[in-house]
């Protein structure tokens, strides 16, 4: 966890400025592989789920810029017979390329201390820990005006844990508001 604060404090000093404009984030995210399935048909799915994130954006050059974001990553499922909840905390680092209003870009994920908890009617409860997960991210934003884009992001990552691994990669929306 400490190298991330160091990470961010270094970042707030490059490219000659004295501090990289701060972002916020919200976006849901559709993960790939079902955790578990209610019959209602509802589903909670590993990478997917509500994300919040607070980041900082610098530019490095003309078109081109980095973002550095720090992140929650959480979704529940709540049925007639139980529950179960799964969170991780997220730290994204992004090369971007903009022409326009049009942002590409590509960079490392890094999931920290995934977690799946269930409490299900008839059952054990379980507490899965997954282990620390790195993956990549692939980014399309559209700005909508200065300071605010939507746009798309596909994860690509694997939880691992003792037993086997599960896809967790996703798909997600996202909203970025600037300052």
């Known amino acids: 966890m400490r190298i991330i604060w160091i990470i961010l404090a270094l970042a707030l000093y490059?490219?000659?400025?004295?501090?990289?404009?701060?972002?916020?984030?919200?976006?849901?995210?559709?993960?790939?592989?079902?955790?578990?399935?209610?019959?209602?048909?509802?589903?909670?799915?590993?990478?997917g789920g509500l994300k919040l994130a607070l980041g900082?954006?610098?530019?490095?050059?003309?078109?081109?810029?980095?973002?550095?974001?720090?992140?929650?990553?959480?979704?529940?499922?709540?049925?007639?017979?139980?529950?179960?909840?799964?969170?991780?905390?997220?730290?994204?680092?992004?090369?971007?390329?903009?022409?326009?209003?049009?942002?590409?870009?590509?960079?490392?994920?890094?999931?920290?201390?995934?977690?799946?908890?269930?409490?299900?009617?008839?059952?054990?409860?379980a507490d899965v820990r997954f282990d620390d997960a790195l993956g990549f991210t692939v980014h399309y934003g559209y700005s909508l005006q200065p300071g605010l884009e939507i746009g798309l992001r596909l994860n690509e990552i694997n939880y691992r844990y003792t037993g086997g691994n599960i896809d967790a990669g996703s798909l997600g929306v996202y909203l970025s508001n600037g300052f």
């Open 56 to 125: 900082i954006q610098n530019p490095l050059t003309d078109g081109s810029s980095w973002r550095l974001a720090v992140g929650y990553l959480s979704d529940s499922l709540d049925a007639a017979n139980g529950s179960a909840r799964i969170d991780s905390l997220t730290f994204e680092a992004l090369y971007l390329l903009s022409q326009g209003r049009h942002r590409v870009g590509l960079g490392p994920t890094l999931h920290l201390a995934p977690e799946y908890h269930d409490s299900v009617a008839g059952y054990p409860a």
């Open 14 to 47: 490059s490219s000659g400025q004295a501090f990289a404009d701060l972002y916020l984030e919200g976006g849901w995210q559709f993960g790939s592989e079902s955790l578990v399935l209610a019959s209602d048909g509802d589903s909670l799915d590993a990478g």
